[in-house]
């Protein structure tokens, strides 16, 4: 009898308590409360709790907004009457980032502003660059509950109400997404496929909304654009505006196809390649770096044109030591590379000191080039917020593409030990043996290169992976380009020809005499697989 009352009591007890969904956490809801001194009693809620059942502890009859978000906050809340942002202290509001910045101050998650990035999201230390971010946030303010939602632009902000809809529809909320802090509690949210960048999610878009912690989600390859379904193949999506489509390249063959078509026309802008050597379709528009042309079409492929002996240029380590500044003979060397020769650049990594989002804004202001450049990783940029950061500008980390004879493979070494887990090693071989069916010749490129050629010197790869690199780069006949060893070195290694270039303005760690000097490489790629080196030193 006493088990059958203690499982009734239970189960009244899980009624009266209600549930809230949150991944693997499920938190009760109880009844709106309110603290003595007014606004929202948080020690009577659970972590989410307050996010979740917003509309049930909110007015929701009146909306403070921003100048220029009326339209915005209509659409999500047609009934309320829609007051200036200029007056709120307290209840709903719908915040442009300028106004947020005061509201949010001094919060767990708030508003900051960068002279290259503009608005920027701020969680816990952590910086979120782009306009693509939102922000939900409930808190107690001088006596008054406070529903803030708000983002680094319009599309943020809508990203924050869209969120919030949803979970007054019924989603359930992840309560290790929500950051909750005394009297505060929010998210931060990023929005993939606003291609208006309006906050309101129309029928010729499809929204990607997620909750963000510390690492951001990328879609690199895949829209909606106008109702078309884009996928792109050689290069990643980097921005939608409206009707144009904006491409990264990654190599420099770059296929798009438009499932199921409407026969809509849409611009495409192909960025990081090199006009020069590519079959162009009618009436493209061209500069240094950039293709641009307007099509229909439900497929098609930009590709090089056939090549035979080329010239190339690699360097590498080109962070200042310590700061945000650019090193001075950094930005030499961007000139001489600028007025070189050459069809792209290799740069093996280690772009910024600490990977923070004031250090990449100070690098990308004098990120200069008339050449596409592909990047591998450093350990010194893919840190914390810096990996955001470097995805956002650079992509996917492990790709490869062919020019030629060569088959060219930018490979993320920095994780895992300064090593490869055996995905990236099955996925590298596979590229290798690919190339060899197609006749090209390998070209490795990462950033700490498999073997340290100093005497008694331990500054490369765990020395498990480095063996297995060499002897996988020895059975495909690769050459091999390396940075993080702040030096020129170029040899042979049990057979596997090898460049290490890591003079592009980070500190030297070697006498002029034993290759530690500033330079850039020339690399001259014969069409016969032969692969010739010229060091070019550049004076600070």
Not at 72 to 95: C, E, T
Not at 220 to 236: A, I, M
Not at 293 to 315: C, M, Q, W
Request: hydrophobic fraction near 40%; glycine fraction near 10%; aromatic fraction near 12%.
């Amino acid at each position: 009898m006493r088990k059958i009352v203690s499982a009734v009591l239970l189960v009244l007890l899980v009624l009266a308590a209600g549930c809230i969904g949150g991944g693997n956490s499920q938190t009760g809801t109880a009844a709106p409360t309110s603290s003595p001194s007014g606004g929202i009693d948080f020690d009577s809620y659970g972590k989410g709790q307050i996010l979740a059942k917003w509309w049930e502890l909110a007015d929701t009859s009146k909306v403070y907004v921003s100048e220029g978000y009326e339209e915005m906050a209509k659409h999500y809340f047609p009934d309320a009457k829609i007051l200036p942002a200029s007056q709120y202290d307290g209840g709903i509001a719908v915040l442009s980032p300028k106004d947020a910045r005061k509201i949010l101050r001094g919060k767990p998650i708030l508003i900051t502003v960068n002279d290259y990035f503009g608005y920027v999201a701020y969680k816990l230390g952590i910086k979120f660059v782009g306009p693509d971010k939102g922000v939900f946030a409930a808190f107690n303010s001088k006596g008054k509950a406070h529903f803030v939602f708000t983002g680094t632009s319009r599309a943020g902000a809508g990203a924050a109400l869209e969120y919030a809809m949803e979970l007054k529809e019924g989603s359930s909320i992840n309560t290790k997404d929500v950051l909750r802090s005394g009297q505060f509690e929010g998210v931060l949210l990023k929005v993939i496929g606003d291609n208006n960048w309006d906050g309101i999610q129309e029928n010729g878009e499809s929204w990607y909304l997620t909750t963000v912690r510390t690492m951001e989600p990328f879609l690199y390859h895949w829209r909606v654009v106008e109702g078309e379904n884009v996928t792109v193949k050689g290069g990643f999506i980097r921005l939608v505006n409206g009707s144009t489509v904006y491409i990264h390249s990654l190599g420099f063959n770059v296929s798009v196809e438009v499932r199921d078509p409407k026969n809509v026309e849409l611009t495409y802008v192909i960025e990081n390649t090199n006009p020069s050597i590519l079959n162009l379709p009618d009436k493209a528009e061209t500069g240094d770096t950039w293709v641009k042309f307007s099509t229909a079409e439900s497929s098609f492929r930009v590709e090089a044109k056939p090549l035979g002996d080329y010239r190339i240029i690699a360097f590498g380590d080109h962070r200042p030591d310590g700061g945000v500044k650019p090193p001075e003979v950094f930005l030499k060397i961007r000139d001489e590379i600028n007025r070189d020769d050459g069809i792209f650049i290799l740069d093996g990594g280690d772009l910024v000191y600490t990977g923070k989002a004031d250090e990449w804004a100070a690098l990308l202001k004098e990120w200069k080039w008339d050449k596409p450049i592909f990047v591998a990783p450093g350990n010194h940029e893919y840190r914390g917020e810096g990996i955001n950061i470097f995805h956002r500008i650079f992509g996917p980390d492990n790709y490869a593409f062919s020019l030629g004879k060569y088959r060219y493979i930018i490979i993320n070494d920095v994780e895992d030990n300064y090593g490869l887990s055996d995905e990236v090693f099955q996925w590298l071989e596979n590229e290798m043996k690919a190339a060899a069916d197609k006749g090209q010749r390998p070209v490795l490129v990462l950033h700490a290169p498999p073997i340290d050629p100093r005497p008694n010197d331990d500054h490369a790869m765990n020395p498990e992976d480095g063996k297995r690199l060499l002897a996988m780069m020895k059975a495909y006949n690769a050459f091999g380009i390396f940075s993080h060893i702040h030096i020129y070195w170029y040899g042979e290694e049990d057979g596997v020809q090898m460049l290490i270039t890591g003079g592009g303005g980070a500190p030297l760690y070697a006498p002029p005499d034993q290759g530690g000097f500033y330079h850039y490489v020339r690399l001259y790629m014969a069409a016969n697989g032969t692969v010739s080196v010229e060091p070019v030193r550049v004076e600070p």
